[in-house]
T-cell receptor, first 116, second 111 residues
Framework: DAGVIQSPRHEVTEMGQEVTLRCKPISGHDYLFWYRQTMMRGLELLIY????????DSGMPEDRFSAKMPNASFSTLKIQPSEPRDSAVYFCASSLREAPNTGELFFGEGSRLTVL | ELKVEQNPLFLSMQEGKNYTIYCNYS?????LYWYRQDPGKSLESLFV?????AVKQEGRLMASLDTKARLSTLHITAAVHDLSATYFCAVVIGGADGLTFGKGTHLIIQP
């Protein structure tokens, strides 16, 4: 399996611009997660989906952030408008609820976002 | 609110030495995960601990879980430079699905 695939790997943009991050989960996985990693705050769960349905978006920082999962093989995380404090590495992860390793997350390589 | 605390956050040690990283969590949980992250890279799953008393070993790393004490340990035996990385523990509350991560332990192993 190719693993979780994220794009772009690096994004540099200016404040106020729209940013869209993309994720393709591992085929057959029924959960998809978006995390954000910064030095100050560590790894934060932003939102997760089960069978393409958003389950918990309480970690989304504010209305500028939105996420969708239109089908089982694709998800997007959008920031509009972007701000310098959004600069971080955004990870997508997927998992399979069933045993043997219940809930183990498999992470993509991450999208490093820099907002100037 | 679930809190996950790792200790220490930074550790510099010499090759050949043994050491233990601790992970405490604040709410009852029956699942604990250990991940490794190299600089600029993704997170790699190391161990999945699914019950009280669970112990898993891979090479020089051994992880254990005590759900009554809400404590997991990651023990490093005869450290080698290749184990230099940041190690995270993560916990999920029963019924929820997203993992809550500790701050990570930045481990440097010097020759």
């Amino acid at each position: 399996d190719a693993g979780v695939i994220q794009s772009p790997r690096h994004e540099v943009t200016e404040m106020g611009q729209e940013v869209t991050l993309r994720c393709k989960p591992i085929s057959g996985h029924d959960y998809l997660f978006w995390y954000r990693q910064t030095m100050m705050r560590g790894l934060e769960l932003l939102i997760y989906f089960n069978n393409n349905v958003p389950i918990d978006d309480s970690g989304m920082p504010e209305d500028r952030f939105s996420a969708k999962m239109p089908n089982a093989s694709f998800s997007t995380l959008k920031i509009q408008p972007s701000e310098p404090r959004d600069s971080a590495v955004y990870f997508c992860a997927s998992s399979l609820r069933e045993a043997p390793n219940t809930g183990e997350l498999f992470f993509g390589e991450g999208s490093r976002l820099t907002v100037l | 609110e679930l809190k996950v605390e790792q200790n220490p956050l930074f550790l510099s040690m010499q090759e050949g030495k043994n050491y233990t990283i601790y992970c405490n969590y604040s709410t009852t949980s029956d699942r604990l995960y250990w991940y490794r992250q190299d600089p600029g890279k993704s997170l790699e799953s190391l161990f999945v601990l699914l019950s009280n008393g669970a112990v898993k070993q891979e090479g020089r790393l051994m992880a254990s879980l005590d759900t009554k004490a809400r404590l997991s340990t990651l023990h490093i035996t005869a450290a080698v430079h290749d184990l230099s990385a940041t190690y995270f523990c993560a916990v999920v509350i029963g019924g929820a699905d997203g993992l809550t991560f500790g701050k990570g332990t930045h481990l440097i192993i010097q020759p």
